[in-house]
């Protein structure tokens, strides 16, 4: 079955541009999307169809999806961008999620 | 504004449990999108359980559950269903509702608040 594979924590300082990869076989080939969850509350959808962002989201979120590898960018973090973020693709009638990142800002 | 509130969790007995979760959704019209259910088991990831179309014709499901659980909605009700049976430990998780993109059936733009189901004797 299709597996799609994240870091379980990256660290960036504020300020910084902290970049969450997500990979899979030829996931370029596919659809990726981003969601952020933060302690306690319910995932927010944060970047769809690899790069478009919802209406709401910050500019600072940016997503890419090439070769095997989707990555979620996040340009001048700041603290509340401290969460987990989750990849999602469907493939084969079937969806799947990465197993989560932990982003730090410190 | 889109709502979506499940309910319907609770404690249940491993083995022959059975659990029926709602999710009454407000705010959008609801018949021409499809709607997902995602659990979440306590400090784990998101996993994906099923998604039905606006239609209630197409459904999928995780390997996981296939064949213990049904997804179901009511228009008329504007509410998603989701039947578990045969429940095990392993689906102690929140189950969030979400509502899916146009065009989609996996990319979630709302989500409900979620419900907890504990399955433990």
């Known amino acids: 079955s299709y597996a799609l594979t994240q870091p379980p924590s990256v660290s960036v300082s504020p300020g910084q541009t902290a970049s969450i990869t997500c990979s899979g076989d030829k996931l370029g080939n596919k659809y990726a999307c981003w969601y952020q969850q933060k302690t306690g509350q319910s995932p927010v959808l944060v970047i769809y169809q690899n790069d478009k962002r919802p209406s709401g989201i910050p500019e600072r979120f940016s997503g890419s999806n090439s070769g095997n590898t989707a990555t979620l960018t996040i340009s001048g973090t700041q603290s509340m961008d401290e969460a987990d973020y989750y990849c999602?693709?469907?493939?084969?009638?079937?969806?799947?999620f990465g197993g989560g990142t932990k982003l730090t800002v410190l | 504004e889109v709502q979506l509130l499940e309910s319907g969790g609770g404690l249940v007995q491993p083995g022959g449990g059975s659990l029926r979760l709602s999710c009454a959704a407000s705010?959008?019209?609801?018949?021409?999108?499809?709607m997902s259910w995602v659990r979440q088991a306590p400090g784990k990831g998101l996993e994906w359980v099923s998604v039905i179309s606006g239609n209630g014709i197409s459904t999928y499901y995780a390997d996981s559950v296939k064949g213990r659980f049904t997804i179901s909605r009511d228009n008329s009700k504007n509410t998603l269903y989701l039947q578990m049976y045969s429940l095990r430990a392993e689906d102690t998780a929140v189950y969030y509702c979400?509502?899916?993109?146009?065009?989609?059936?996996?990319?979630?733009?709302?989500w409900g608040r979620g419900t907890l189901v504990t399955v433990s004797s």
């Open positions: 705010g959008f019209t609801f018949s021409s999108y499809a």
């Open positions: 999602q693709a469907w493939d084969s009638s079937t969806v799947i």
């Open positions: 979400a509502k899916i993109m146009s065009n989609s059936y996996y990319i979630s733009d709302y």
